[in-house]
């Protein structure tokens, strides 16, 4: 004898749509832990670029450095050095007048 089956969920059938559930729902974690890397990625990798850009920068002025040309520049403006026999004038503006009155 033959029992019929007609429209009856089976566990069979019960079963494959939990796999299938169970591997969409994986497939959709990973999915958006890719896309999570992919930016962590193209953050990293612009990161790079920029210290990559501030190394070369960094590089030119250290080479620069060791020029007789700024070591002279940085004496004068940072530490305010003149040569011999130079005079240093110093413009001294009264800020007064710039003030509103009130």
Do not use: W
Request: net charge positive.
């Amino acid at each position: 004898m033959k029992k019929s089956k007609k429209g009856g969920i089976t566990a069979f059938k019960l079963g494959l749509i939990s796999l299938f559930l169970i591997v969409s729902i994986h497939f959709y974690n990973q999915i958006v832990t890719y896309n999570k890397l992919v930016k962590e990625d193209k953050a990293k990798q612009e990161e790079i670029a920029e210290l990559k850009d501030e190394i070369s920068n960094v590089k030119v002025l250290l080479s620069k450095s060791k020029t007789q040309e700024f070591i002279e520049l940085i004496a004068r403006d940072e530490l305010g050095m003149i040569k011999p026999k130079e005079i240093k004038v110093v413009d001294k503006v009264d800020t007064d007048i710039f003030k509103e009155n009130k």
